[in-house]
């Protein structure tokens, strides 16, 4: 079991930044890959970014050159920090967790509770 709690998101004008912060606690040694998603109303959730255990970092092309995920493995945070925000990444971000189970092949997801990011024009 994992759980995970977000922090840092708000309300922010455009072309400003924010940066949150996401904290896992349980089973940490098992997790592999972490990441944010976001959902604005209406929509689907859709991946921001995603960071291995080892670094490797994947991106929604919407925010390439904008955001950037950073993990600090041994304190179990994951970061976003989003730059040059546009009204358009207004939604509720979810951190999320994938993490291997113990007995079996493959992963479950776990997620956070969200966390509101408010962009106005």
């Known amino acids: 079991q994992v759980w995970l709690v977000e922090s840092g998101g708000g309300l922010v004008q455009a072309g400003g930044s924010l940066r949150l912060s996401c904290t896992a606690s349980?089973?940490?040694?098992?997790?592999?890959?972490m990441g944010w998603y976001r959902q604005a109303p209406g929509k689907q959730r859709e991946l921001v970014a995603g960071?291995?255990?080892?670094?490797?970092?994947n991106y929604a092309d919407s925010v390439k050159g904008r955001f950037t995920i950073s993990r600090d493995n041994a304190k179990d945070t994951v970061y976003l920090q989003m730059n040059s925000l546009k009204p358009e990444d207004a939604a509720v971000y979810y951190c999320?967790?994938?993490?291997?189970?113990?007995?079996?092949?493959?992963?479950?997801?776990?997620w956070g509770q969200g966390t509101q990011v408010t962009v106005s024009a």
């Open positions: 960071i291995t255990s080892a670094g490797s970092t």
């Open positions: 349980g089973s940490t040694s098992r997790i592999n890959v």
């Open positions: 999320n967790a994938q993490v291997r189970r113990l007995y079996t092949t493959g992963s479950n997801d776990y």
